[in-house]
């Protein structure tokens, strides 16, 4: 397990990026696409990547995880206003369903 199913989840994330990115914005997209440049510490809302301690990835795996070996990951892509059900529920449908 550990962190071996952090990479496993960000590679589901990684091919419904697109899908994620609509759901995590309640404009479709369109308030997250100002927000989402590659500058200042975001990732670029057309593409997806991951690093670890990198505050410039659309996924951060935090550099204690990387080093424990297990822990949690952060999706730094949903805008401040959205729906934290609505992104729970796309988060769940990508890793856990496979949808």
Do not use: W
Not at 26 to 42: V, Y
Not at 58 to 79: C, K, L, N, T
């Amino acid at each position: 397990g550990g962190l071996a199913k952090i990479y496993e989840a960000i590679e589901a994330m990684s091919l419904r990026h697109k899908e994620h990115i609509i759901t995590y914005d309640p404009s479709g997209g369109a308030d997250n696409k100002r927000r989402l440049t590659g500058l200042h510490e975001t990732a670029s809302i057309e593409h997806f990547n991951y690093g670890i301690a990198n505050r410039g990835a659309s996924i951060r795996i935090p550099r204690q995880v990387a080093a424990d070996g297990h822990g949690y990951f952060e999706d730094r892509r949903p805008s401040s206003n959205a729906d934290p059900y609505t992104v729970t529920n796309r988060i769940v449908q990508t890793i856990c369903l496979g949808e």
